[in-house]
């Protein structure tokens, strides 16, 4: 009889022990994921801002370069006429052509700039959903393992309580049988 009771409570024991590391298990895992979304919060924060750069530069490199232009346009000398012929400022062309071309490979640069920022955070977005499906499902198999466990729990209180009864009842048997005899 008393090694029924230790067994049973070695296996309480067991039981509360396994909770407690379930626990401490799913309290881990609620701060890793916090702080792996504190690091993806902090990620998208930079790249806003360094995109927001970017675009603000830009904007203020084409006014520059617009300002520039119109200067230099309205600078030049179109066309003067000497007799029959008509000379133009090949160099200040050329400059414009070359500003122009700048500004073109620059605006290129900022649009492939942009969509990479783009894919990255579209990247960073579906790792972030991957991982929160990763936790919630991590969440709920250790929810279900403690209710096995607060069930099995619930199941050796109830054996022990029906061994006590039967104890009782072999007792009773045998005093009624102690009697009678």
Known sequence: MNDYYLQTSVIESDCLHRNELLNIDLIVWKIFSYNHILLFQKQMGEMKLQLENVIKENERLHSELKDAVEKQLEA???ATEVGNEIYTDDETVRNLQEQLQLANQEKTQTVELWQTVSQELDRLQKLYQEHMTEAQIHVVESQKQKDQLTNFQ???KQLH???ENM????ENIHLVHFYIN
């Open 161 to 163: 309580v029906t061994n």
């Open 154 to 156: 619930h199941l050796t």
């Open 76 to 78: 030049l000398p179109f």
């Open 167 to 170: 104890e009782m009842v072999s």
